[in-house]
């Protein structure tokens, strides 16, 4: 089989796993398990949590011990066994606990797939930069695949949800051990301090580079709250006869894709805006695309309002891809070869990791505050969460420092 194809089916799977559970498990939880924001948004968190220490340790078991593919299938594995037993349970403490050790194993492997997809393409003689994005688009295709999947079949509010990506991650577990190896390097000399990104701490010297990490942080808080409560406020008008039959409400995890889409779009538009505008500017424009997502989820509904939720959707490519992609290529470029992988690592821990922790717990909170008798006032917590958006924007455009020069983002 061609290793392009081959690696396409593996990255295809790798997103289908999450996109069967992540926009869905919030409204399950909630509406099903009757689990209150709080609880919700410390499950979310998990993936925080996971995301500061899994990726660095098993980078460093790959980079030693195992071979790449064969440490993503057992991952994948252990992580079908995991889903399957969550899918069994009903209590808040025994969710949390197996939803994190399945992070765990999942977190680390969106970085083990990225190695195992490097490895192949060199290997095979092929440009890693001309042949990498088009296979990767297809981790997209997988995700919204997944949600589709999982929408028109009737088990978004169900266990059965975590049945389909249990079944997705055995696929992919096995299939793992079929790929070209990517063996441990013997010349690895990557310490514990480099895979946690602790040896990139003296960039905090740097005033301009401590800034950016710090509001890398600020804004990762933000990354997964539409992820984590989406579901659940599109279910909260099943109780409003007007909207009770709207496509919004029937099909939620379709109505979310369009995010999901947005983001193909918006990833191809990267290296125009780096190039005209430069990295401040292109944040900025992140910033403010997350304050648009939130206030347009505030002010929509299904029925009148779901242009205003549609709009929502397609500015979340913006949002999202904006900041995390661009952000990662300014660190590409800040940074000197001999630190350049562990500050890699350390922007993946300010945002995914701290920033997921912050924005889990603390997005949580908000939505128990607005929620009274078990009704929640949704468009006073996105107002929040849009609040919160445009003070981090205004507070960035006034400290950081930066002077883009045009051909600093111009091809090679």
């Given amino acids: 089989m061609n290793v392009k194809l081959r690696l396409t089916i593996m990255n295809f799977l790798q997103f289908f796993i999450w996109g069967s559970w992540l926009i869905s498990l919030g409204g399950y939880m909630m509406g099903e398990l009757h689990f209150d924001g709080g609880q919700t948004g410390k499950i979310f968190a998990t993936m925080g949590v996971a995301s500061v220490f899994m990726p660095g340790l098993l980078g460093i078991v790959a980079d030693r011990w195992i071979n790449a593919e064969r440490l993503l299938g057992i991952c994948h594995l252990t992580g ?5 037993y969550a899918s069994t349970l ?15 194993v999942y977190m680390p492997t969106l970085a083990l797939t990225n190695a195992v997809s490097y490895n192949a393409l060199e290997k095979y003689r092929l440009d890693i930069i001309k042949d990498f994005p088009p296979i990767r688009v297809w981790g997209t295709v997988g995700f919204i695949c997944a949600m589709w999947a999982v929408d028109l079949s009737g088990i978004s509010r169900s266990s059965l949800q975590l049945y389909v990506g249990a079944a997705a991650a055995f696929l992919l577990g096995i299939y793992s051990f079929t790929l070209p190896a990517c063996k441990p390097s013997k010349n690895q000399k990557k310490t514990i301090l480099s895979a946690f990104g602790l040896d990139a701490l003296s960039l905090f010297k740097q005033k301009k580079m401590a800034i950016f990490f710090i509001f890398s942080m600020l804004l990762g808080a933000a990354l997964q709250i539409t ?7 599109l279910d909260s008008f099943k109780s409003i006869p007007e909207y009770a039959d709207s496509f919004g409400v029937l099909h939620p995890n379709i109505l979310l894709s369009i995010s ?4 193909t779009l918006f990833i191809l538009a990267i290296p125009f805006f780096l190039k005209r505008f430069g990295i401040k500017q292109v944040m900025l424009m992140s910033m403010f695309a997350w304050v648009l997502r939130f206030g347009l989820f505030g002010l929509g509904n299904p029925g ?6 549609i ?3 397609i500015v979340y490519g913006m949002a999202f891809d904006f900041f995390n ?3 990662s290529l300014f660190v590409e470029k800040e940074t000197t070869p001999s630190i350049r992988a562990s500050a890699q690592g350390l922007f993946m821990i300010m945002t995914n990791g701290l920033g997921a922790i912050i924005g889990g717990n603390a997005s949580g909170w908000v939505v128990d505050h607005f929620t009274h008798k078990g009704i929640t006032d949704w468009p006073a917590a996105w ?18 420092k930066y002077k883009h020069e045009t051909e600093e983002y111009s091809e090679k």
């Fill in 304 to 309: 009148s309002g779901l242009v205003l939720l």
């Fill in 383 to 400: 107002f929040v969460f849009a609040g919160y958006a445009l003070t981090i924007g205004i507070l960035f455009a006034i400290v950081f």
């Fill in 325 to 327: 992609i661009s952000g």
């Fill in 260 to 263: 999901q889409m947005s983001e």
């Fill in 311 to 313: 709009l929502s959707m």
């Fill in 227 to 233: 992820n984590t409560f989406g579901g659940s406020f």
């Fill in 80 to 84: 079908a066994g995991l889903l399957l």
């Fill in 90 to 104: 009903t209590s808040y403490h025994s969710m949390y606990w197996v939803m994190l050790l399945n992070m765990m």
